[in-house]
């Protein structure tokens, strides 16, 4: 954790964390174009591109030296967050970001996530100090369901067209072989539709639930980041020895704060006002092989320590989908509500 205001540190002699990842990013960039490169030789038969194993070989030895380098980003990573920084751009909301090359403080703690891919490019608007009211951005409208479905959509047509392709290849094009694509291809479209209509029927009791115990003006559900340097983690530890319900999560905002509740009968689990909230923004979490969406809340304790909590998987409305397009949603509504705050404190 970080305070606002303090020295800020000075870049590690060495390679940056940025520096590194980014190189790795065109290492596989280069990758992916040998590979696409020997496809189009083996469809088109090219002559001119001479034996084809020096381009198959070139990228399994790239692909080969790449996984030991991917492993090797992390203590980069964490040597940069134990010196009190870093140098990626959405790691680490805690700490101040550095600029991978000058060491000029481009982040505060508890700052906005700054936008630009290179943040030598950026402008230092932010670097000054935690800024707690939010960005005054024109409200989003509520997505339709197929908007914040689109992602989902596009998976299960992906996953059918597979299933579909694949038993083709493998047998002579026939009726048969037809039909039976036809048929596995509406079996993952059921098998969908069946686990997103059981989950819309549990989603929306439990926020049904959840909006009768809140009374507030926004509730949305959510998942536990249970990373133990998480804000939410951490105060769930310090109230240990009072008892609590164990089940779902869920989150209420008013222009007075952010509650968050848990248990099939909602009850508080923590609370805060907005004016311990440094920033509301959009970010993601990756939970075994998967990568989900999060609300990412950055908190200023009263002593000046900048924390930060990961709401995993935000969801406001009945069909539990993992799209950013919700998030982005919620955490538009989570900054207009403190927007409010802000202009009544002001008024």
Excluded: C
Excluded at 85 to 102: F, G, I, M, S
Excluded at 116 to 139: C, L, N
Excluded at 163 to 180: C, G, K, N, P, S
Excluded at 204 to 224: P, Y
């Amino acid at each position: 954790m970080s305070r606002p205001g303090d020295e800020p540190p000075k870049l590690l002699p060495g390679i940056t964390a940025f520096a590194w990842v980014r190189g790795l990013q065109w290492v596989l960039i280069v990758t992916l174009a040998l590979f696409v490169l020997v496809l189009l030789a083996v469809v088109f038969a090219w002559s001119w591109l001479g034996s084809r194993i020096l381009f198959v070989e070139i990228p399994l030895v790239v692909l080969v030296w790449v996984v030991p380098l991917l492993m090797r980003a992390a203590p980069y990573e964490r040597r940069e967050s134990e010196a009190g920084y870093t140098t990626l751009p959405r790691k680490h909301p805690e700490l101040p970001q550095l600029d991978w090359k000058t060491g000029a403080v481009v982040r505060a703690p508890g700052a906005q996530y700054v936008s630009s891919k290179r943040p030598s490019d950026r402008s230092r608007g932010d670097a000054g100090g935690v800024q707690t009211s939010p960005p005054t951005e024109a409200p989003l409208p509520h997505p339709s369901l197929l908007r914040r479905a689109r992602a989902t959509l596009v998976g299960a047509a992906i996953t059918a067209v597979f299933v579909f392709l694949l038993v083709w290849w493998r047998e002579d094009f026939t009726q048969q072989a037809l039909d039976i694509s036809l048929i596995l291809f509406a079996g993952v479209l059921f098998i969908y539709l069946l686990a997103y209509g059981i989950g819309a029927i549990v989603a929306s009791v439990r926020l049904r639930d959840l909006a009768l115990a809140a009374a507030a003006d926004f509730v949305f559900r959510f998942r536990q980041n249970r990373r133990k340097d998480d804000a939410l983690a951490v105060a769930m530890n310090e109230s240990a020895g009072r008892p609590f319900p164990r089940g779902p999560w869920g989150a209420s905002a008013s222009a007075a704060g952010l509650k968050l509740w848990r248990g099939k009968q909602p009850v508080v689990a923590a609370e805060f006002a907005w004016s311990s909230v440094t920033s509301v923004q959009r970010d993601s979490v990756s939970i075994g092989r998967t990568s989900f969406p999060t609300v990412l809340v950055g908190l200023i304790s009263a002593d000046g320590l900048v924390s930060s909590m990961q709401l995993v998987w935000p969801n406001a409305d009945a069909v539990p989908l993992q799209s950013t397009v919700e998030t982005d949603w919620v955490v538009a509504k989570l900054n207009a509500l403190r927007q409010a705050r802000s202009s009544a404190t002001i008024l």
